[in-house]
């Protein structure tokens, strides 16, 4: 509108008005589940019209094993901007602020694992089964996958593309974005899985040390460190980083049965262990020469034991879960299921993982869609 077109001109989904009410809409905060009282001040008292992504590696030229192992010994250096990303960003400025005001800006990094995996806060593989388009990425997963009996990828230029209203050729499409800065409480997660192992009599359930204000202590009063993950490392250092989830488990001493065990928590709740292997699949390590298995579904864990209903993976990707009558009341047809499959995109920002960082952390997510709402 800012551009003089008229409000029955802008795109709109089919069936909805979402792309023009924004995030901002209270009818639409309701319908999304949102609230935007959580969301950055920046984004809350702002209106925003457009979204400029500029990306640049550490290096000129490809990406070194070299550099990435020396990232992987010094950490801190993934939040250093390139040079070469910092003198274009100061020359988009500037020629932006002819005709624009920038309201705000944020800076992401890419977190890779031992075998230079992109992974996110919590130490899992990001980014894995997306829906492919294109016939050279479909030709890639037949061949890792031995087929799509099991698990067809595929997807039709409808999931993401929308006809431009205002287009005048036949080929006038565009799509709808999403971006999203989604916060990972990476030190409420260690505790989470901490206590989930307690409950599942994985570790022994300790007694809470509290002082005379009700603060848990991270050692007990004859010095002993508590089971659950220490608030600080070093007790007398108040300031120092808490524990993190690896080193949690050494500390304990755990068995390499328990260790497993703790493993397998985490793997539950994403559906996936660390390196990406689905554990409806197996809960083992893959092999990192191999890649990982994409073509399954869930037809052989109906009762959720090898990969729980509350799984991420099997939330967001059900895999026809929703067309088996005897999950549910009302089975939805597989195309229709597909539809719902987010093609989307991330990066880390805040602190590295390492610092278990309660806040200010986590993924700056994108997504392409037909519509906001499916």
């Known amino acids: 509108m800012h551009l003089g ?9 089919d069936g909805g008005d979402a792309f023009q009410q924004g995030m901002q809409d209270a009818n639409m905060q309701n319908e999304l589940g949102d609230d ?13 019209h457009a979204l400029v992504l500029l990306a640049a590696d550490k ?27 910092t003198e274009k960003l100061a020359l988009v400025k ?7 005001d920038v309201i705000h800006e944020e800076i992401g990094y890419v977190l ?47 999931l993401v593309l929308f006809k ?17 800065k989604l916060e990972e409480n990476v030190g409420g997660w260690n505790r989470d899985v901490v206590n989930l192992a307690r409950k599942l009599g994985i570790v022994t359930q300790p007694s809470v040390v509290k002082d ?33 989830l690896p080193e949690w488990r050494e500390r304990l001493e755990l068995t390499p049965e328990q260790t497993q065990q703790v493993k397998l928590v985490e793997g539950y709740t994403m559906g996936r262990i660390h390196d990406g292997q689905p554990t409806v699949v197996s809960a083992e390590p893959k092999d990192p020469e191999k890649h ?15 990969c729980p209903f509350f799984a991420h993976i099997r939330k967001v990707n059900p895999r026809g879960d929703t067309g088996n009558k005897d999950l549910v009341a009302t089975p939805v047809p597989l195309e229709e299921e597909k539809m719902h499959r987010i093609v989307r995109r991330g990066i880390s920002y805040g602190e590295i993982p390492s610092k278990v960082p309660e806040k200010d952390a986590g993924l700056l997510f994108m997504c392409f869609q037909l519509d906001f709402r499916l």
């Open 292 to 306: 990982l298995d994409n073509n399954f579904n869930y037809a052989g864990d109906l009762q959720g034991s090898k």
């Open 94 to 100: 500037e020629e932006l602020g002819h005709i624009s």
């Open 212 to 244: 005379e204000q009700g603060n848990i202590l991270t050692q007990d009063f004859d010095g002993k460190p508590l089971r659950e993950p220490l608030l600080n490392k070093n007790p007398k250092d108040p300031k120092s980083p808490p524990e993190t």
């Open 36 to 48: 935007s009282n959580q969301w950055d001040a920046e984004f809350k008292n702002n209106e925003f």
């Open 112 to 158: 890779r694992d031992e075998h230079f995996e992109e992974i996110e806060h919590f130490g899992f593989r990001d980014g894995v089964s997306q829906p492919l388009f294109l016939k050279r990425d479909i030709d890639r997963e037949r061949e890792h996958n031995s087929g799509f009996d099991n698990w067809d990828p595929r997807a039709s230029l409808g």
């Open 164 to 180: 431009d209203p205002l287009g005048n050729k036949q080929e006038s499409y565009g799509s709808f974005l999403v971006f999203r």
């Open 59 to 85: 290096a000129v030229g490809s990406r070194t094993d070299e550099l990435k192992r020396l990232e992987q010994q010094q950490p801190e250096l993934l939040r250093d901007v390139p040079i070469q990303l």
């Open 5 to 13: 077109y008229t409000y029955d001109q802008l795109p709109r989904e």
